[in-house]
């Protein structure tokens, strides 16, 4: 089975765009406030959104599975005050709750978090707690930076995160570290605020001991990290000047990566750097690249094509990037698709019995 | 001759340090103003500062000649205003002059500018050229983000640039981009914060013409160009899906990479991914990480042993990232430290006449 751990409901169906407009507009002019009864949106529409995008692509590529989430630059946390974010996310989680019901082998639900810049973010925790015990999601997107590019919160890091972490723990839930769109002319959204925001992540989490104070609290840093494993030496050289523990015992059995990274020598230096158990198989599709690269005739982001051009790669290390270390991670999935076990496995498991 | 093109002056004397806190003192009372004649620091405690330090290393590492600028972290352009920032400017650029004309063989001097927060950069062209036509200087680090990691300033493209773009042009000299220490608390400086500032310059210049306005207009991306090359599939794409030109059309000609990466396989990323002629040596020692990699019983920062590690490179290309590159865009260089002719190209040479 092979699992794609980020995937954003990017192809949503246009009436999702036009109630956003609408909340938006209404916040200069109250008169202009949606009404979820206005939102209309079928199963058809839903599943035509679909087929053609994500479907069509998880057949092509020979993917299963994706962890599904609501469009990650549409979240724009900065965006109005904590009532507005807390509408938008509970309106584009039940869609996405809607897209796992309506193919619960193909998708599985990860929920936007109702952020909002200058809110703590324990004012999460009931839309988490929803997403996860009655929607059945197996995680979150958090964005270290609502403000959208003006990085005025605290880092991921400052104890006001804390509460939304021992929800999570709780839940036994991970969550992706994801900013939205930005509002700040300096940084392209897709080209620049994502990687940074994984880069920075990762140097917050270095610099600190929150997973001294939680053990098991799981972050996966989307875009193959962002620019860490390409500076691996520099990071592990930074960790011994502060004085930090080596980098495998400081944050390895909480921060995960995954392989959104779209060429081959990426994802060859992705796998030679991090270890293999660290490492979460991705492709965003459909996402931020969508073209087709001219170097290779497949599009950019077919990233299951580079992992599998990794000679060196072993079938049992393999089998941990497509779905061991993800289903490790986010480890409810294993109540919503059991894995499965081969033949062979069923015999040698009747055997010690 | 190996040509580093990416050092600070961190091991400055003492006084250097307590002339700013001076300076700082000074923002809220006027009296602590330091006067320049109380700034001694004579030509032996900088010989003291250098010879234990970057020319220890130099000897050691077998590189020559270093591209040397102020200490990038203590530019803080964010601390007081257009002023604070000559004065320091001014006085940290002239102190990389005393270090250059004492080992006029190991350093050629780079500029750091007055830059400011909401203040015209056109303020910078006056330093600039004093740098360039007085002190001999090769080029100028370029700050970004003057407001150390809020990032309040228009992009690099913006065109309130474009008067010190154009005496950058006509004096022919590149701008490394180099932003400063971050007084955000999401940013850690070397390890956040001057990567992120590597990753957005490149969006910023690929979204953007400024190369059409500016055909011979050069910049050096530090730190292995931040994200980019381990992305670089990525960005391909996404110039791509934007109906950019390629890469190599867009911004080749104007835009470089140094290999400031700490360990081998970021090197072979590197070398892999990014045309040679684009590749500039460096090391930034000495710098941003200073140990010893446990795992090689070699310091991190020492890039030359992985440069010469890269078994696959031609000697052809190896010159060109240890030399002939960098005097291509540092060109006035040649003025200074004219490129050593072999025997053999002066009797071929001489044949030729």
């Known amino acids: 089975m092979i699992i794609d751990c980020h995937?954003?409901?990017?192809?949503?169906?246009?009436?999702?765009e036009n109630y956003r407009q609408s909340q938006i507009a209404a916040l200069n002019d109250p008169s202009q406030a949606p009404s979820?009864?206005?939102?209309?949106?079928?199963?058809?529409?839903?599943?035509?959104?679909?087929?053609?995008?994500?479907?069509?692509?998880?057949?092509?590529?020979?993917?299963?599975?994706?962890?599904?989430?609501?469009?990650?630059?549409a979240m724009a946390h900065h965006i109005g005050n904590a009532a507005t974010s807390l509408d938008w996310s509970q309106v584009c989680n039940d869609l996405i709750h809607r897209v796992c019901t309506l193919y619960p082998e193909n998708f599985a639900g990860v929920c936007q978090l109702p952020q909002s810049p200058g809110v703590a973010p324990s004012s999460c925790i009931g839309e988490l707690e929803r997403c996860v015990t009655e929607l059945g999601f197996v995680g979150c997107n958090l964005n270290p930076d609502p403000s959208g590019g003006h990085w005025t919160s605290p880092p991921l890091t400052d104890r006001s995160w804390y509460p939304l972490y021992e929800k999570m723990v709780e839940l036994d839930v991970p969550a992706m570290v994801h900013v939205s769109s930005s509002c700040n002319a300096n940084f392209h959204a897709t080209g620049a605020h994502y990687i940074n925001a994984d880069t920075t992540a990762f140097m917050q989490f270095l610099t600190s001991d929150l997973f001294r104070?939680?053990?098991?609290?799981?972050?996966?840093?989307?875009?193959?990290?962002?620019?860490?494993?390409?500076?691996?030496g520099r990071y592990?050289?930074?960790?011994?000047?502060?004085?930090?523990?080596?980098?495998?015992?400081?944050?390895?059995?909480?921060?995960?990566?995954?392989?959104?990274?779209?060429?081959?020598?990426?994802?060859?230096?992705?796998?030679?750097?991090?270890?293999?158990?660290?490492i979460l198989f991705a492709s965003e599709m459909v996402g931020a690249v969508r073209g087709i690269?001219?170097?290779?005739?497949?599009?950019?982001?077919?990233?299951?094509?580079?992992?599998?051009?990794?000679?060196?790669?072993?079938?049992?290390?393999?089998?941990?990037?497509?779905e061991g270390n993800t289903r490790r991670v986010y480890s409810r999935l294993e109540r919503r698709i059991p894995t499965k076990v081969s033949p062979q496995q069923q015999t040698s498991a009747q055997a010690r019995r």
């Open 7 to 16: 995937g954003h409901y990017t192809t949503a169906p246009r009436a999702l």
């Open 36 to 73: 979820l009864s206005e939102l209309k949106i079928s199963d058809d529409q839903i599943r035509e959104s679909l087929e053609n995008a994500q479907l069509k692509l998880q057949r092509e590529r020979g993917t299963d599975l994706t962890i599904f989430s609501p469009r990650a630059s």
């Open 213 to 232: 104070d939680f053990p098991t609290l799981k972050f996966v840093i989307p875009h193959g990290g962002g620019a860490v494993p390409y500076h691996w």
């Open 236 to 278: 592990r050289g930074l960790a011994q000047d502060l004085k930090r523990p080596p980098l495998n015992e400081l944050l390895l059995n909480n921060v995960f990566f995954d392989t959104c990274v779209y060429h081959l020598p990426g994802i060859e230096l992705l796998l030679t750097v991090i270890p293999i158990d660290n």
């Open 293 to 322: 690269d001219p170097e290779t005739g497949h599009y950019f982001d077919d990233t299951k094509r580079y992992v599998d051009a990794v000679s060196w790669l072993s079938d049992p290390d393999r089998h941990k990037i497509y």
